[in-house]
């Protein structure tokens, strides 16, 4: 059974940076695309960032273009985001996604595991 736990949420000022780690366990890591969601008060979950399987492809919704980076570790069953240039409109509960599939995908029906959260608040 995969099993994910991110972390490094937390409360920081508009501008400032924030990465946020998943840890994967039960299954082959390299031959999973991961991707990371978010979901604020009041609204459905969205798409933030997508990696596939060899970490050679990424993809990211238009809001966090130039801002935000996806990157995996496949020796440390590691995937990351690093945040820059926060916003308080980048405020919600981050997800860490897992496909068992090398391709990454931006439809959270793709995704077979999810992860319990992490919330990141940007104050301004």
């Known amino acids: 059974q995969v099993h994910l736990v991110e972390s490094g949420g937390g409360l920081v000022q508009a501008g400032d940076s924030l990465r946020l780690s998943c840890a994967m366990s039960g299954g082959t890591f390299s031959s999973s695309a991961m991707g990371w969601f978010r979901q604020a008060p009041g609204k459905e979950r969205e798409f933030v960032a997508t990696?596939?399987?060899?970490?050679?492809?990424?993809t990211y919704t238009d809001s966090v273009k130039g801002r935000f980076i996806i990157f995996r570790d496949n020796a440390k069953n590691m995937v990351y985001l690093q945040m820059n240039s926060l916003k308080p409109g980048d405020t919600a509960v981050y997800y860490c996604?897992?496909?068992?599939?090398?391709?990454?995908?931006?439809?959270?029906?793709?995704?077979?595991?999810w992860g319990q959260g992490t919330q990141v608040t940007v104050s301004s």
């Open positions: 996604g897992a496909r068992t599939s090398r391709s990454g995908s931006s439809a959270q029906k793709d995704y077979d595991y």
């Open positions: 990696i596939t399987g060899t970490g050679f492809g990424t």
